[in-house]
């Protein structure tokens, strides 16, 4: 009896032998990265936090900040302008407050040579990071032995590499640069190709942007940081941790792209790379005071960048442009365009830069451009400084003699669930996916996507084809609504439309809700441009008694307003021009800048007088 209990438990263990084998080989490719990252809380914080370490290793002693520096600056409640430039030597202030065309200029004149300007705004996005921890990536070794390769060229051939010669660009963490990780806010990421290891790609592939970049003399300097997963519009990953705004700190960044709009608000780089396919250019662009360009599909290449979603070609992810004005978007996105990036890039369109007199209505003697005037859009009401921002814009164009044209298209909410459902449609299996590599937690921002911590099923297809389906037939209708207002211009159709990029003051951490005037911009693939208008001001932007909400959530995004808190934030507008139509909607964007200007200064004179 004892002899077949033995030989029982003899097969029994040489049976478990061999299935464990079988095993071990069939998922020897997930034992490599268990490896890695051990599913054990200690092991992801120690992955972040060697990556912290590496990237703070990267920035010359001299340019790390004292304790005490850090101490103030991280308890101050603005620290853009005065402040980040007070700890700047007189040099570098003066080359980082220039804008791009200017700098450019300077160095085709040899006042100004690559070197320094790169050294500058290093300089200072070695101060953004450290006071706000906005890089995932730093290159700046990299960036100034680039600008010698470029000041030499010079020297040789007295001429520039290209139109972005020496200008120096940080860009959101998607973007890969050989030499360089891409996270993307993934833990399980680090040191590997999009969350593979050993596949030969790990730091060595570039995307098409940066080899434009490149052709065209500009110098990535950093990476910056974003949303873990992108699918929230916040900014906040298990490496830096949550990006609280440099021009209010009770206020979030915006995002997904928030790491981008903090450093251009800091001016730690001359101008910024992010992606929108929901408002992630837009508003931490409006959140932080800076300009930006969202175009359509198809002009700016997104070809071998990292994404999430990456199959979903229906309403796609693009590329925007931050910076500190129209003149330096125009320049860079009519520089990226002169590269003929469709030539790389099949979903590129053959569309170059449009120069006839008919995509710049300016040109045209005694032709003042309609523009359509999006008050709210009847399911949220912007808060106060956002609608004292729009009656400015309205009134600085109504005194130059253009005509405001009351939008009054009702079905802006049919835009949410179509976005939602095109976007996120397939559950978020891979976001569920690359948070559990390292076997970090979801950052609170997203805990909405996983209900019971599992993707959500994804939509089947012929509901998928369904929503598609009245996509195409939203954009017919709103189309047809906007030729329409040629009836009331008694001459052409609106040029653009002047809207909120969201119905916030910025928003505070936790307090945001779904919007329409970002995501409707995406599901009709239409252009847009933010311009900032002015700063929050409590003594002003008050609440009416009198108000009365639309509904329980305008109700509730009223009462997230606290005229203390948002106080000193940053209020902007957008325009929004039709699909493909950047040229002209740019050109609109400098009338709009342009009256702006004339009207504060007639205010500045009566206040004088």
């Known amino acids: 009896m004892a002899a077949k209990f033995s030989i029982s438990i003899l097969i029994l263990t040489v049976t478990l032998f061999v299935s464990t084998l079988t095993l071990v080989d069939s998922t020897y490719d997930m034992w490599k990265l268990s490896e890695l990252f051990p599913r054990h809380p200690a092991r992801w914080q120690q992955v972040a ?25 991280r308890s101050r409640h603005s620290i853009v302008g005065d402040y980040i430039e007070g700890l700047l030597d007189a040099k570098s202030q003066y080359i980082t407050d220039m804008d791009v065309p200017e700098l450019v200029a300077r160095m085709q004149e040899g006042i100004l040579t690559a070197v320094e300007v790169v050294t500058a705004f290093c300089k200072r996005a070695a101060y953004a990071h450290q006071l706000s921890n906005l890089l995932l990536e730093v290159r700046f070794n990299e960036a100034i032995e680039r600008a010698r390769e470029l000041d030499n060229y010079f020297k040789e051939h007295k001429q520039l590499v290209g139109p972005l010669h020496g200008i120096p660009l940080t860009l959101k963490d998607q973007f890969h640069i050989k030499g360089l990780d891409t996270s993307m806010g993934f833990i399980g990421w680090i040191g590997t190709f999009e969350g593979e290891k050993g596949t030969g790609k790990e730091k060595n592939v570039e995307s098409e942007l940066i080899r434009e970049f490149n052709i065209l003399g500009a110098v990535p300097i950093g990476k910056t940081t974003l949303m873990q997963s992108l ?57 932080q005071g800076v300009f930006s360009i969202k175009p359509s599909a198809g002009r700016i290449s997104f070809k071998d960048a990292a994404n999430t979603g990456k199959g979903q070609e229906v309403m796609p992810t693009v590329v925007g442009i931050m910076g500190h004005s129209v003149d330096s978007l125009r320049l860079i996105l009519k520089s990226l365009i002169s590269t003929q990036p469709w030539l790389n890039d099949p979903y590129t369109l053959q569309i170059p830069w449009r120069f006839e007199k008919e995509y710049d209505p300016r040109g045209e003697l005694g032709y003042k451009p309609a523009f359509g005037f999006l008050a709210d859009d009847g399911v949220l009401t912007p808060h106060p400084p956002v609608s004292r921002a729009m009656e400015i814009v309205k009134e600085a164009l109504q005194i130059k003699g253009h005509q405001l044209i009351e939008w009054d298209w009702p079905h802006n909410n049919e835009t949410t669930e179509i976005h939602a459902s095109i976007a ?30 599992k993707p959500r099923d994804p939509l089947p297809l012929p509901e998928y084809e369904e929503v598609v389906r009245r996509m195409k037939d939203y954009r017919e209708r709103y189309l047809n609504y906007w030729t329409s207002t040629a009836e009331r211009t008694g001459d052409r159709p609106v040029e653009v439309l002047l809207s909120p990029v969201t119905p916030y003051a910025g928003v505070l951490p936790g307090k945001y809700q779904p919007s329409t005037y970002t995501s ?32 329980e959530e305008d109700q509730i995004n009223m009462m997230s307003y606290d005229p203390d808190k948002h106080h000193g934030a940053p209020a902007a507008v957008q325009l929004i021009g039709r699909r493909l139509d950047e040229e002209r909607l740019l050109s609109l964007a400098q009338v709009v800048v342009e009256s702006l200007n004339d009207y504060r200064s007639e205010h500045e004179k009566k206040g004088r007088s």
């Open 520 to 551: 409707s911009v995406n599901v009709l693939d239409y252009a847009s441009v933010v311009i900032p208008v002015t700063l929050a001001d409590k003594t002003i932007d008050i609440v009416s008694p009198s108000f009365k909400s639309l509904n």
């Open 231 to 287: 699918w929230a519009p916040e900014t906040n990953n298990n490496i830096l941790g949550y990006a609280f705004n440099p021009c209010n700190r009770d206020l979030s960044t915006g995002g997904s792209s928030g790491g981008e709009g903090a450093m251009q608000a800091l001016r730690g780089s001359a101008f910024g790379i992010g992606t929108d396919i929901g408002g992630s250019v837009s508003m931490p662009a409006s959140f």
């Open 49 to 73: 936090s060697e990556k912290r370490e590496a990237n703070l290793a990267k920035i010359p002693p001299e340019w790390i900040l004292e304790p005490q520096l850090l101490e103030d600056g």
């Open 424 to 453: 996120r449609g397939d559950g978020c299996p891979d976001v569920y996916d690359a948070v559990h590599l390292s076997g970090e937690p979801f950052v609170p921002e997203i805990t909405n996507l996983f209900p019971n911590g």
